[in-house]
């Protein structure tokens, strides 16, 4: 079992329409996450971070992080073509842990 | 301000080749990564730097596989006897602290092996 899953998709969805892309994860010690966005042929860019319970909203995306499911997810309201990529969830551990374990990622296409 | 940088973006190697990968982080920033990214995959960690010291390489999959960084800023990836299953997307990330999960990722070299 990866420490970090994801749905692989394709996540198909209409322009305007809201996307949610989830994640879980297996090692309960971990402590923050985050989302990274990667267009095709492209380097991960990183779009939201998430270190405690609750939501966490920035413009168009929310964050959303459930320690006690060990649960997390993306939503991106108002889909454009241009949010079309693939979307990464990453964990970090506690203590000196520094690297995160990525998810394999979900694509998602926005249909004009 | 420039990126991260890589090069070369594209190697073709042929099995038993030695490869070298570089990597030129954002300037001043601390901490860098070496992560491998197989098609279709997320990235797989391979190693971490805290300025010039190795502080984690757990990742690396064998012994042919050594990473550098001398001076704290350059690193080197390098891949010895290329193996088939070594074809992959090497991407470097650097982070201007330790404690942060915000890594900024090169394009990344894309090696493939014959």
């Known amino acids: 079992q990866k420490e970090v899953e994801q749905n692989s998709g394709p996540l198909s969805v209409p322009e305007g329409a809201i996307a949610s892309l989830n994640c879980t994860y297996s090692d309960r010690g971990s402590q923050s996450f985050f989302w990274y966005r990667q267009y095709s042929g492209k380097s991960p860019e990183l779009i939201m971070s998430?270190?405690?319970?609750g939501d966490k909203e920035d413009g168009r995306f929310t964050a959303q992080l459930n320690k006690a499911s060990q649960y997390v997810s993306l939503l991106i309201r108002d889909s454009q073509p241009s949010d079309s990529a693939t979307y990464l969830c990453?964990?970090?551990?506690?203590?000196?842990?520094?690297?995160?374990?990525f998810g394999s990622g979900t694509q998602l296409t926005v249909l004009p | 301000g420039a990126g991260v940088s890589q090069s070369p973006r594209y190697k073709v190697a042929k099995r038993g080749q030695d490869v070298a990968l570089r990597c030129d982080p954002i300037?001043?920033?601390?901490?860098l990564f070496w992560y491998q990214q197989a098609l279709g995959q997320g990235p797989e960690f391979l190693t971490y730097?805290?300025?010039?010291?190795?502080?984690?390489k757990s990742g690396l999959p064998s012994d042919r596989f050594f990473a550098e960084r001398p001076e704290g800023s350059v690193s080197t990836l390098k891949i010895q006897r290329t193996q088939q299953e070594d074809s992959a997307v090497y991407l470097c990330a650097s982070s201007p602290q330790t404690s942060t999960g915000e890594l900024f990722f090169g394009e990344g070299s894309r090696l493939t092996v014959l």
């Open positions: 730097f805290q300025n010039e010291a190795q502080l984690d």
């Open positions: 998430i270190y405690s319970n």
């Open positions: 300037s001043g920033h601390v901490s």
């Open positions: 990453a964990g970090r551990g506690p203590g000196s842990a520094r690297q995160l374990t």
